[in-house]
């Protein structure tokens, strides 16, 4: 049996509890469902009918729930750092294992297998919600993962404009989130573009992103001629092709065209920078 709650105008409205639920993302605490109109009769209804299930002392959810969320009911902790980053589809260097956020003084958390973050956030965080707001995630990521990973998935939160430089900037960072919101611009097209060029950043040449090259974007252009293409999964297929007839051009032109892949860029960065540092030696760098 639904409740009838009366709204403006006196007519009578019907609140269902799975509605109510599916409302909030498909999971929700009780006391909230209740200051919504829902009655502890239509919720036990719903559970026997399993059109809910009752996810822990507070919580209930539909059956088809995001197992993770569900989870981080059970332990009392949000998600957040690389696994909210990756679900908000931030570029990350690995997702593996669960990060989630706990308040300094929550009790049962430690049950979490995964990294567990026990941190006062800067931002405040809903009581209603499972997942961190991406401001906290950012700043926990800035302690937790290396310099130039870190610094991807910042670059990577500004490029999809999904955070506000400016608010950060007003904000009380830590020294490492301070640095990374200094360090970081939106023009990186992908994280292995920045990671590219953080690992460059000592050589003292000219390193410019994103060029536009007789129709076509590079990623980068070292000095005036020197042109380094960094390749993802999808460079296969009509696009290789493209690729292949792209760099055909280029070279014609004058340019020398280095293609890194991802696996190279991530484990065999030394033999990359040998052959950047060796086609430099060679002046392909500069205009003849």
């Not at 009838?4 to 007519?11: A, D, K, S």
């Not at 719903?46 to 995001?66: E, H, K, M, N, T």
């Not at 990973?149 to 950060?168: F, H, I």
């Not at 696009?239 to 991802?262: C, F, N, P, W």
């Amino acid at each position: 049996m639904a409740t009838l709650v009366t709204v403006r105008g006196g007519h009578p409205r019907r609140m269902h509890a799975v509605r109510e639920v599916v409302a909030r993302g498909g999971i929700a605490r009780i006391s909230t469902l209740r200051l919504a109109g829902v009655t502890e009769h239509s919720l036990r209804k719903a559970i026997r009918s399993a059109s809910l299930i009752s996810v822990c002392r507070g919580w209930v959810a539909r059956p088809d729930c995001d197992p993770m969320l569900i989870a981080a009911a059970r332990r009392g902790v949000v998600l957040s750092c690389i696994t909210l980053a990756s679900r908000r589809g931030l570029w990350v260097s690995s997702a593996h294992g669960v990060h989630v956020a706990a308040p300094p003084a929550s009790g049962h958390a430690g049950a979490v297998q995964g990294v567990v973050h026990w941190s006062k956030p800067l931002f405040l965080r809903d009581p209603e919600v499972l997942e961190d707001s991406i401001e906290n995630a950012l700043v926990l990521i800035a302690r937790c993962q290396p310099y130039e990973d870190a610094l991807a998935t910042w670059e990577s939160a500004l490029r999809m404009r999904m955070v506000d430089p400016g608010t950060l900037a007003r904000v009380r960072l830590p020294p490492a989130a301070r640095r990374l919101l200094a360090d970081a611009t939106p023009f990186a097209d992908a994280g292995t573009e920045t990671i590219f060029r953080t690992r460059l950043a000592w050589l003292r040449l000219t390193i410019t992103p994103q060029v536009w090259l007789f129709g076509h974007r590079v990623d980068f252009v070292i000095g005036e001629r020197l042109v380094i293409q960094i390749d993802g999964g999808h460079h296969v297929g009509v696009q290789r092709s493209r690729d292949i007839a792209h760099d055909t051009e280029l070279m014609l032109r004058g340019y020398h065209v280095i293609r890194i892949g991802y696996d190279q860029l991530m484990n065999q960065w030394a033999s990359v920078q040998a052959q950047i540092l060796a086609a430099v030696a060679q002046r392909l760098h500069l205009a003849s």
